[in-house]
T-cell receptor, first 113, second 115 residues
Framework: AQKVTQAQTEISVVEKEDVTLDCVYE???????LFWYKQPPSGELVFLIR??????QNEISGRYSWNFQKSTSSFNFTITASQVVDSAVYFC??????????FGAGTRLAVHP | GAVVSQHPSWVICKSGTSVKIECRSL??????MFWYRQFPKQSLMLMAT?????????EQGVEKDKFLINHASLTLSTLTVTSAHPEDSSFYIC???????????FGQGTRLTVV
């Protein structure tokens, strides 16, 4: 079975704080892809990153960074120096052999001034 | 990046009427399109997968006679909510993939309110 778990339902931080959003996945596939999406209040899904199962290199993009650890089946997302505009719901998702994107429950991030 | 356009972005309809939502891939051929439903403060739940030219595959618990999906061309899929009821009010969002690519591109979503 494929499953994505985002244990943090809501996180509240003050601007400039760093925040890490956790994602743990389950799959029996040897080849799979992991994604992070941002969903602002307007509703559209904003693609943030895709990582394939063979690439465990961490990635940094501006204030965003991702830590992929196959040993613990985790793909965590860190926002450094958070800003109010980062407030949104963030989804982690898994794309495996069934040609489906399986979403986690999402983490609602609120960044306060 | 690739663009997927979903229309309308919001719609209000009366109970018992049908509503059609369109999902278009603007700059690539979408061999597979997906339809999701999202209730407030919940995750996206896959409703069905449609491949161009064939019948859609519905997820367990999704009524195929109520949610009609048509994927007649490589750039267009439609979701028709038939005989809509207030409990069908939700956010519907489509995504599209092209053959051999695992990255799905999402439409802007449609907020349906049935009154």
């Amino acid at each position: 079975a494929q499953k994505v778990t985002q244990a943090q339902t809501e996180i509240s931080v003050v601007e400039k704080e760093d925040v890490t959003l956790d994602c743990v996945y389950e799959t029996r596939d040897t080849t799979y892809y992991l994604f992070w999406y941002k969903q602002p209040p307007s509703g559209e899904l904003v693609f943030l990153i895709r990582r394939n199962s063979f690439d465990e290199q961490n990635e940094i993009s501006g204030r965003y960074s991702w830590n992929f650890q196959k040993s613990t089946s985790s793909f965590n997302f860190t926002i450094t120096a958070s800003q109010v505009v980062d407030s949104a719901v963030y989804f982690c998702a898994l794309h495996g052999g069934y040609n489906k994107l399986i979403f986690g429950a999402g983490t609602r991030l609120a960044v306060h001034p | 990046g690739a663009v997927v356009s979903q229309h309308p972005s919001w719609v209000i309809c009366k109970s018992g009427t049908s509503v059609k939502i369109e999902c278009r891939s603007l700059d690539f051929q979408a061999t597979t399109m997906f339809w999701y439903r999202q209730f407030p403060k919940q995750s996206l739940m896959l409703m069905a997968t449609s491949n161009e030219g064939s019948k859609a595959t519905y997820e367990q618990g999704v009524e195929k006679d109520k949610f009609l999906i048509n994927h007649a061309s490589l750039t267009l899929s439609t979701l028709t909510v038939t005989s809509a009821h207030p409990e069908d009010s939700s956010f519907y969002i489509c995504s599209a993939e092209s053959l051999g690519h695992t990255e799905a591109f999402f439409g802007q979503g449609t907020r349906l309110t049935v009154v």
